[in-house]
């Protein structure tokens, strides 16, 4: 998957399209990931979370390539644009139906403990797969900046065909999906989502700080490929690479310090706090600073401390969750989290092309500072759930 991470903002400026139109096909992305969330939902959480991630990894094939068609042709934004919204209906299939997965494979095998340590583990082999995908990414985009996408496209492959046969459902009795009930499951999923996400005291802040959180994350992450090559003074596709194989490092050094911190701050939401704290500083800093190293550095220091906020975040919400509602509250989350992507990503883009890339960054840190007041609601109103 993130063989195309670090070299996907290069990739469309070379095939054309500028910084304002590279944000607006990943806000197409966004925006995609946003209005499919819900309805992919719904066949996670009914005809199965294998059947989910099977979509998921056939659409993710069919729109790679559909990528490089775009650049190769010189099908210009509106290509980008519509190939994005498809991107961002097969990763809807993704989100929430794994975690659920995971969650319901725990509690069906009687897990005893806490889930924090099992996302923490999970997301450390998420950094690592990222470090060896980027990096690989990185050499090979050296090259040219079409073959990772058509790698990506080759990789899906296998991974289908394990989903397929290797991994079954534990925890979870898929039922059929008629197209006749699609209205109705839709309705139950509304009905469910005020009940369990947008009703409820804790979970609607935690969901309301991901919009906070994701409306620089997707921002800073797409445009920092072209902002540091330019810091640095030189065009060499392989630093950007390297780059994004650290910030994997740094994720996974994030989710190394749940476990220590957790036995010093010991509410949850202390964690996500002290978390914003430091990415909007972090952030800020990057965006007026202009030493190249410094900037990178900076920049991994924000990727620890999302390192450290995902898995407690995950838990935090899981905890709160009924199983048979998971997935459908999860795509919630991310659905939210969605709408602060697509508004960033325009938001920030367009400051970007009129400003400067940096003064976006530093508005875009300051932003982050909106999810303290969220979290602080959300400890005023959990004094159970919220404590290690």
Not at 193 to 205: A, E, I, K, N, Q
Not at 215 to 244: A, H, K, N, P, T
Not at 334 to 348: C, D, K, L, R
Request: glycine share 12%; aromatic share 12%; hydrophobic share 55%.
């Amino acid at each position: 998957m993130s063989l195309i991470w670090g070299i996907d903002t290069l990739f469309k400026l070379g095939a054309g399209l500028d910084i304002f139109h590279v944000m607006l096909t990943n806000a197409a992305f966004t925006a995609g990931s946003m209005v499919f969330e819900i309805p992919t939902g719904v066949v996670a959480d009914t005809v199965g979370r294998r059947v989910s991630l099977l979509l998921c990894l056939a659409t993710l094939f069919v729109t790679t390539l559909l990528y490089v068609a775009a650049a190769w042709r010189g099908w210009g934004f509106w290509a980008f644009a519509v190939i994005s919204v498809f991107l961002g209906l097969g990763y809807t299939f993704y989100t929430g139906a794994v975690d659920a997965w995971l969650v319901d494979a725990l509690k069906a095998t009687g897990h005893p403990g806490p889930l924090e340590p099992i996302f923490a583990r999970s997301q450390m082999v998420f950094g690592a797969a990222m470090l060896v995908g980027t990096i690989g990414g990185g050499l090979l985009g050296q090259i040219h900046l079409y073959i990772p996408y058509l790698v990506r496209a080759a990789v899906v492959l296998p991974l289908f065909l394990l989903a397929w046969f290797g991994m079954p459902e534990v925890g979870f009795t898929p039922r059929a999906l008629a197209l006749r009930r699609v209205p109705a499951e839709l309705r139950r999923v509304f009905v469910e989502g005020l009940d369990y996400g947008l009703h409820h005291p804790v979970v609607r802040p935690v969901m309301l700080a991901s919009l906070v959180s994701m409306s620089f994350m997707i921002f800073g992450f797409y445009s920092w490929q072209r902002y540091f090559l330019d810091l640095l003074g030189r065009d060499l596709v392989w630093v950007d690479g390297l780059i994004s194989s650290l910030l994997g490092l740094s994720l996974i050094a994030g989710n190394a310090l749940v476990g220590p911190l957790s036995r010093v701050i010991r509410t949850r939401t202390g964690i996500l706090m002290t978390s914003v704290t430091v990415e909007a500083a972090a952030v800020v800093a990057c965006g007026l600073l202009t030493n190249f190293y410094v900037v990178v550095a900076l920049y991994l220091v924000y990727g620890m401390a999302l390192g450290l906020a995902g898995p407690v975040k995950q838990a935090y919400l899981n905890d709160h969750i009924p199983s048979a509602q998971r997935a459908t509250i999860i795509s919630l989350d991310s659905m939210f989290a969605n709408v602060g992507g697509v508004a960033g990503q325009s938001g920030w883009g367009w400051l970007a092309r009129v400003r400067s890339i940096g003064a976006a960054w530093a508005w875009g840190g300051v932003a982050l500072l909106l999810g303290l007041p969220l979290y602080w609601l959300a400890r005023r109103r959990d004094r159970t759930l919220d404590r290690f």
